[in-house]
């Protein structure tokens, strides 16, 4: 943001609303253009008037967009960070509170319970927490910034479009600084594409209808190509000798081929010979764990694409099942 932004995003937000002046107006031109944009895609007065009227932009917003932690956690932190006792232990009460709607979900889906559950954990504790910034002022203060205005100003659009369609209202759009929204952090256009009616009230509604919410990373799951009756992977023990350039996702092979090479299950059992496209990841390097990947694997990291986390959640699957 350059100087000029920042100086009137400070003297927007510090000063009141008749000493703001121009910088008040600077965010009401802005916004003017959003209806604009928003009523060409269909969006009703009312539903402006309601999600617009009296928004100002939030400085702890893009405080919190300036200050991402640049930092880099090896697998070993990030693995036991995440996958502590207390989730598991969450993720089992999750799994048998919600049984039959895990079930439904599965029905209509035909993707494990076990990994929803699992990318519902990772994500939001299992609803425990979902977020609780105004999504709509949020995304308008992010498009007004600039720095990807484009982005977020597509978001903002899609976020509004949701509103209309009486999904939820602006008070319970509640999701993170960065307009992640619900149960699974969906962003706007997200829900747009991939968010579900799972019981059939007429509103596709993450924030507080688990049904919802569950069918909804299930969908996200089975339009990314899940395999029902597959594995996402395991754990292995590879041969001595194995030469380490031969790992990563990029270098699939039949599982039966590392089976030939020596590639055992962690307590030295055989694993079934298939020709299944297999990748061995060492994330921690060589001599750390290292887990055989099946195409389940890469479905999971289209929620989002880091190794790390994919791997985090087929870990915690094996636990909460």
């Given amino acids: 943001m350059s100087m000029t932004r920042r100086f009137l995003l400070t003297a927007t937000l510090a000063l009141p609303p008749a000493a703001a002046g121009a910088a008040t107006q600077s965010?009401?031109?802005?916004?003017?253009?959003?209806?604009?944009?928003?009523?060409?895609?269909g969006v009703s007065d009312a539903t402006l008037r309601r999600a617009l009227?009296?928004?100002?932009?939030?400085?702890r917003v893009l405080e919190l967009d300036r200050r991402q932690p640049e930092f880099t956690q090896t697998w070993e932190q990030y693995r036991d960070a995440r996958l502590s006792q207390a989730r598991i232990d969450g993720g089992r009460r999750a799994f048998a509170d919600n049984r039959a709607t895990l079930e439904a979900v599965q029905a209509r889906y035909k993707v494990s319970p076990r990994i929803v559950?699992?990318?519902?954990?990772?994500?939001?504790?299992y609803g425990g927490f979902t977020g609780n910034m105004n999504v709509i002022q949020s995304l308008a203060t992010l498009a007004w910034d600039g720095r990807r205005a484009s982005y977020f100003r597509n978001e903002l659009i899609a976020a509004l479009k949701i509103l209309d369609a009486g999904h939820t209202t602006p008070d319970r759009m509640r999701g993170s600084w960065a307009g992640a929204m619900g149960h699974p952090q969906f962003m706007p256009s997200n829900f747009d594409r991939l968010a579900v009616d799972m019981d059939g009230d007429g509103r596709r509604d993450i924030w507080e209808n688990r049904a919802d919410a569950?069918?909804?990373?299930?969908?996200?799951?089975?339009?990314?190509?899940?395999?029902?009756?597959?594995?996402?992977?395991?754990?292995?023990?590879?041969?001595?000798?194995?030469?380490?350039?031969?790992?990563?996702?990029?270098?699939?092979?039949?599982?039966?081929?590392?089976?030939?090479?020596?590639?055992?299950r962690p307590d030295g059992a055989a694993m079934p010979a298939l020709d299944l496209p297999t990748a061995i990841l060492l994330p921690g390097g060589a001599g750390g764990q290292a887990f055989a990947v099946y195409p389940n694997f890469n479905v999971i990291r289209r929620y989002n694409p880091s190794d790390f986390y994919a791997l985090v959640v087929g870990l915690l699957s094996d636990r909460v099942g």
């Fill in 214 to 264: 569950l069918g909804s990373i299930a969908n996200y799951l089975a339009r990314s190509g899940w395999r029902e009756e597959e594995l996402w992977g395991r754990e292995v023990l590879l041969p001595a000798g194995f030469n380490p350039g031969d790992a990563g996702r990029d270098n699939r092979r039949p599982l039966r081929e590392w089976i030939r090479m020596g590639v055992r």
């Fill in 53 to 59: 009227t009296g928004l100002r932009p939030n400085e």
């Fill in 27 to 41: 965010f009401e031109a802005f916004l003017q253009g959003v209806r604009a944009d928003a009523r060409r895609a």
């Fill in 117 to 125: 559950v699992a990318i519902w954990g990772l994500e939001t504790n």
